[in-house]
């Protein structure tokens, strides 16, 4: 009888094999994967510096938060002051910013203390590119990210819409004006 059982099962698990054919392989995706570039970030003592990718330190840990490289320029924050360096550790224009997000096509949107503009009290949103000049001068109250080549913003009670300033080459002189695209009034665009 258990001679019998066993070579039921045998025969039941060659049936199930020899019926279940060969299983199809999960396609693998072969598209090279985003590869970040430039200076990865590094912590020693507390501090924030950046090393390559055999961990010799590169650009000293000497900032509080740092942020990963983006179009050649990482933002670091020292104290309460952020600014944006290269991938030599130098700075990339003159101001302390108060916030700042991460560069993408040569353009990045910041917000400056409204004191360091000795033109208001409240902080402003401007746009800065990638030689630390101002895209979008710093006169906005919010100022949205760019979607689609278009974002929001409001000066005093005054929204308007804005498009995407062209980024110039890097270390090439620009101080591009406003440009307004559009003009909204009690939520219409006109």
């Known amino acids: 009888m258990r001679k019998l059982s066993a070579l039921m099962l045998i025969a ?37 510096g950046f090393a390559d990718v055999d961990g010799k330190i590169l650009i000293e840990p000497r900032y509080d938060e740092v942020r990963r490289f983006h179009d050649g320029l990482a933002a670091v924050r020292r104290g309460k002051e952020w600014n944006f360096i290269n991938e030599r550790g130098r ?14 096509d040569g353009l990045a949107r910041v917000r400056v203390d409204g004191n360091l503009l000795k033109s208001s009290e409240t ?8 030689n630390g000049r ?52 009690r939520g219409t665009a006109y």
């Open 12 to 48: 039941l698990v060659s049936l199930m094999w020899s019926c279940g054919g060969e299983k199809e392989k999960p396609e693998v995706n072969r598209e090279p994967a985003e590869v970040e570039t430039g200076p990865a970030p590094v912590e020693r003592d507390g501090k924030w």
């Open 91 to 104: 700075y990339v224009g003159g101001s302390s910013l108060m916030q700042a997000d991460d560069f993408k």
């Open 134 to 185: 101002w895209a979008i001068r710093p006169i906005y109250d919010e100022l949205s990210p760019f979607v689609d080549g278009r974002a929001t913003a409001r000066i005093a009670d005054k929204t308007v819409t804005l498009e995407r300033p062209e980024a110039p080459p890097v270390d090439k002189p620009h101080d591009g004006p406003i440009r307004p695209a559009k003009t909204m009034k």
């Open 123 to 130: 902080p402003k949103w401007g746009v800065l590119d990638r």
